[in-house]
């Protein structure tokens, strides 16, 4: 995948893509990235990319023609990739959004700052706006980051063959169950001990178990959404059974 930035911050992307899985993909092979400065497109001397917003109000706007030539150039280096603005407008980032844009040839990711860009250039060189959540932002760069985090890591190859990325939270539509590692009793805390047992399908009926109560407490609304498997359904049943017999017996009291 050729993923191209746009930005008046090209310095924030040097650390961001030398280090980790990002790093390999590009050394392997499986993403090319760039970072551009949407300054080096302002034609005017002093390569002005803001101005005053027309009706009046605080803060500025970035100006269109810089950003218009910045996209060109994008293009004209990366023809078949989508151009995605990261704007609070946008669709909501989301792990199947993330599965989506992982499949494209390409993206130029469009990072704007103050107050956003003039409103007259999403019209034909803007194929997509994505936001990453309801909270406000000083500018695009980190929104494009965690984008480009979650959908290189689900490039076919990038991730090395691993099964993780498909049993990560999310992809399920489940939360994960949760993680332990040596040593086996940490400040007295004790690792469950079904894990200890190297007996594969008792661990995987407990992960799912776990899974499905971690989900059920933090992110009910994830499992009202979902399409339940016999094997979920199941334990569901049982944890009703077993509440309702520990409801009987407080009837009594
Ligand atoms: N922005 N998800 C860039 C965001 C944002 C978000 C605010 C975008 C500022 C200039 N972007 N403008 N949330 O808060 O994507």
């Given amino acids: 995948m050729q ?6 911050f090209p310095e924030m992307f040097a650390a961001f893509w030398s280090h980790g899985m990002l790093r390999k993909a590009i050394e392997q092979g499986s993403v ?3 970072a551009l400065n949407i300054r080096g497109f302002a034609a005017d001397r ?3 990319t803001d101005d005053r917003p027309y009706g009046g109000g605080s803060g500025m706007v970035m100006k269109p023609e810089p950003l218009a030539a910045a996209i060109r150039a994008a293009k004209g280096r990366a023809p078949d990739a989508r151009t995605v603005l990261m704007s609070p407008q946008g669709r909501v980032f989301s792990q199947a ?15 704007g700052r103050y107050e956003g860009v003039d409103d007259r250039l999403s019209r034909d060189l803007i194929a997509d706006e994505v936001s990453i959540g309801d909270y406000v ?27 993780s990325a498909e049993r990560d939270s999310f992809s399920n539509g489940l939360l994960e169950h949760p993680h332990y590692t040596r040593p086996p009793v940490f400040e007295g805390a004790e690792v469950p001990g079904v894990l200890l047992t ?12 776990a899974s499905l109560l971690r989900t059920c407490i933090n992110r ?3 499992l009202r959404e979902r399409e339940l498997s016999p094997e979920e359904a199941e334990i569901l049943r049982r944890w009703h059974a077993d509440l309702g ?9």
Avoid at 3 to 8: A, K, R, S
Avoid at 198 to 209: A, C, D, T, V
Wanted: proline share 5%; glycine share 8%; charged share 25%.
């Fill in 97 to 111: 959004l993330a599965r989506e844009l992982s499949e494209l040839p390409g993206m130029i990711l469009i990072c």
């Fill in 137 to 163: 932002l000083t500018g695009g760069e980190v929104p494009a980051m965690a984008v480009i985090d979650a959908v290189t890591r689900l490039i076919p190859g990038v991730l090395g063959g691993e099964d």
């Fill in 220 to 222: 009910p609304d994830l």
């Fill in 32 to 34: 090319t990235a760039a």
């Fill in 245 to 253: 017999k520990l409801l009987e017996k407080a009837e009594s009291c």
């Fill in 3 to 8: 993923i191209l930035v746009l930005t008046l």
């Fill in 46 to 48: 002093h390569q002005v």
């Fill in 198 to 209: 190297g007996h594969h399908r008792n661990i995987e009926r407990w992960r799912l178990e």
